[in-house]
């Protein structure tokens, strides 16, 4: 699947005020829209999770400027993945693309049998943790800052969301070793947390 989906430009400024959108920040479960996300609204919640903030600079071991989430030592080691009904796509921030991975959808398997809906859901992103790119770090780095920068990404996500008026929630629920296979991962990566994004029904 050698598809590249240029995203409209993010739009980064406006929206509701912080304190606003922390109050009304919420987990959504099973209410969902199966509309379709415009190309702007997805490029948003993309940029909101781990999109380009600043170009040049950063400090620690990265030095490939800065995203809109925290990572250790700036390695920037979590991927995101959108997962929708025409298939699979990774996320490139520094070119605010989608690149093909494979023209399946996987939200059944991101499903599984506990929680159905998720396979209407028009939208879940994948979060991706890369050990490759912790250059310098050792197996407990791995450990802990792939949940917690996971974190940091997903929690940007439901606050956009909040601002928005879309629906998400951040999910651990569903089995890693199929989705590993059905995403073309290699050794190093792991699928760390889903977080589907939508309308509200």
Not at 60 to 77: D, E, F, L, R, V
């Amino acid at each position: 699947m050698e598809q590249t989906i240029q995203l409209p430009q993010p739009q980064t400024s406006g929206g509701m005020p912080l304190m606003d959108t922390i109050r009304q920040r919420h987990s959504t479960r099973e209410s969902y829209s199966t509309n379709d996300l415009p190309p702007q609204e997805l490029s948003n919640i993309l940029w909101a999770a781990v999109g380009m903030t600043r170009e040049q600079g950063g400090t620690g071991m990265g030095t490939k400027g800065c995203h809109a989430y925290p990572t250790a030592h700036n390695w920037q080691q979590i991927d995101v993945y959108v997962a929708r009904a025409d298939g699979l796509y990774l996320y490139d921030a520094a070119a605010n693309t989608l690149q093909g991975i494979v023209a399946r959808d996987i939200r059944p398997i991101l499903a599984g049998e506990h929680q159905p809906w998720i396979a209407d859901v028009p939208v879940s992103l994948v979060y991706v943790a890369d050990m490759a790119k912790m250059y310098g770090g050792g197996a407990g780095d791995f450990d802990v800052f792939r949940w917690t920068d996971t974190a940091a990404a997903a929690e940007n996500v439901y606050l956009y969301c909040a601002s928005a008026g879309l629906a998400t929630v951040l999910r651990a629920l569903f089995d890693r070793a199929p989705l590993f296979e059905a995403m073309r991962l290699e050794a190093g990566q792991v699928v760390t947390l889903s977080q589907p994004v939508g309308y509200p029904a």
